[in-house]
């Protein structure tokens, strides 16, 4: 069984780019502040825990092996959120020049338990630290970071500034060392875990196409998709506890982030089978909105179509702003309201006769729909895969960007 990231030792895992730039132990420990057998015992566990060997050693030095290298890379990453979430940090003159340095992994696991679960007890309920743990991992990375992480209203914590901050640096640091540990494992089993989200207005087909193809070319690697729009994914995007999103893309991309886009998606209205307008081919704006329609929360792609359509005349009313396109079809099937949708999700229904599609697609009612991602993402060799076979899914339906 693969170890979690903070299993490792951050010690061992900070020395092995400086083994890796020196080409000697020795050199390497007193680099790192360590004894030249620490480092050497270190070493070895790493290896051992990992199953892989991390270096060639020889009489004249040591030369990281192709793994080794992979690891150093993903431990030098780690770092680099650690320093960047604690940059700044501390107050005045107070803290430490580099608090990373001074990070267990012990602390790190304790405090990230800690943001993810909003309370000490529901933290030790996770499993592994007990409460007083906690607490002590808490208060030294305080001490560390010279600076308050929580604010202690009542019986309840809330994260400050800089504790957020932390707490963000300490996921992207974990995202990276678990992908170290995948790329070290055995190379014939792909391993790890996938995060994606997947927003609920994203094509029905491309995703689950995918994940079909995937889970049958990349055996041993789990999936996790998590709904969600936009507003309710991005943030676990930035903190890498998911390490994609599909759906419609922002019209700039916010700082940070980079879009991949897959095709252009043709919006339609949608109304009941049978609906007054079911029987007008081309039916005018202003028989649109003499209707009530389900529309997308402000700010998104879908809510931005929707604007356009009606700019410069009367609007429709809008008693239902929803995001769900379970419940959208269950309203529509017993009402005259109307939304817009892909033809994709609701394909079935339009089929057997639920649902049907209200005059012609929109002339104007295109989104780009798409991947994004971190800016300084980079995907193990089985999350690359996955996005080849998105890729590829949005291809096979036959709607491309460019049309």
């Not at 030095?61 to 770092?79: K, S």
């Not at 790190?108 to 007990?130: I, P, T």
């Not at 359509?309 to 309203?331: D, K, N, Q, Y």
């Not at 309201?337 to 929109?362: C, F, K, N």
């Amino acid at each position: 069984m693969s170890p979690a990231p903070f299993d490792l030792n951050l010690r061992h895992l900070r020395a092995l780019s400086a083994v890796v730039a020196q080409g000697s132990l020795s050199a390497a420990a007193r680099s790192a502040g360590l004894s030249q057998p620490a480092l050497t015992q270190g070493l070895s566990k790493l290896e051992r825990q990992l199953g892989a060997l991390l270096f060639e050693r020889r009489s004249d030095g040591v030369t990281a092996t192709a793994r080794g290298a992979r690891m150093a890379a993903r431990a030098a990453a780690a770092f680099e959120h650690l320093s960047a979430a604690t940059r700044g940090a501390a107050r005045g003159s107070r803290g430490f020049t580099r608090p990373e340095h001074l990070m267990t992994a012990t602390q790190l696991a304790g405090f990230r338990r800690l943001a993810d679960s909003g309370s000490f007890a529901l933290a030790a309920v996770a499993g592994g630290l007990s409460q007083p743990a906690i607490h002590r991992a808490v208060r030294d990375l305080e001490q560390i970071c010279a600076t308050p992480l929580l604010e202690r209203r009542g019986r309840g914590v809330v994260m400050t500034v800089a504790g957020r901050r932390v707490a963000r640096g300490i996921r992207l640091a974990a995202s990276e060392i678990a992908a170290g540990i995948v790329e070290v494992g055995d190379e014939e089993q792909a391993g790890g875990h996938i995060a994606i989200g997947a927003m609920p207005l994203s094509r029905a087909l491309v995703l689950p196409q995918a994940i079909a193809r995937f889970v049958r070319q990349v055996p041993g690697t789990a999936i996790d998709v998590v709904e969600g729009s936009w507003r309710e994914l991005v943030e676990p995007l930035r903190d890498g506890v998911i390490d994609l999103m599909i759906g419609a893309l922002r019209d700039e991309t916010p700082p940070g982030l980079e879009q991949r886009a897959l095709f252009v998606d043709r919006l339609v209205t949608v109304g009941r089978a049978g609906h007054p307008l079911a029987a007008e081919p081309d039916p005018s704006r202003a028989a649109l909105a003499a209707y009530g329609w389900i529309v997308a929360a402000p700010g998104t792609p879908l809510r931005s179509r929707w604007d356009a359509m009606f700019a410069g005349g009367t609007l429709p009313a809008t008693p239902i702003e929803c995001g769900s396109v379970m419940v959208i079809r269950g309203i529509l099937k017993d009402s005259d309201l109307l939304t817009l949708l892909s033809p994709d999700q609701v394909a079935l229904e339009i089929e057997t006769g639920m649902l049907a599609a209200i005059g012609r697609p929109l002339a104007h009612g295109m989104r780009t729909i798409g991947i994004t991602t971190r800016r300084d993402w980079r995907p193990t060799a089985a999350q690359r895969a996955l996005v080849a076979l998105l890729e590829s899914a949005a291809h096979d339906t036959g709607v491309q960007e460019n049309e």
